[in-house]
């Protein structure tokens, strides 16, 4: 599980990636806690991203998350984990 470590820079993400890694969750058999393990991040940030995504807060441009999905490990990848 992701966990704040002082040595490691923090890190910001863009909408896309957001939107991207709330979708992730929605395929079947999928936990948040896997999900945000792949992506090294902590399961309440990713519960966070979930709850504005649902609330309409969290909006993000179409054209750039398809860039976005050549960064976050593949399905297979979060299965083999």
Known sequence: MGTYRPDKPTRRFSNEYKVTAVRMTFKPHALIKDVANSLDIHPFMLSRWRKEYFE???????????KQLNRIPREKELTES
């Not at 309409?56 to 398809?66: H, Q, T």
């Open 56 to 66: 309409g807060k969290l909006v993000a441009d179409e054209r750039k998350i398809s």
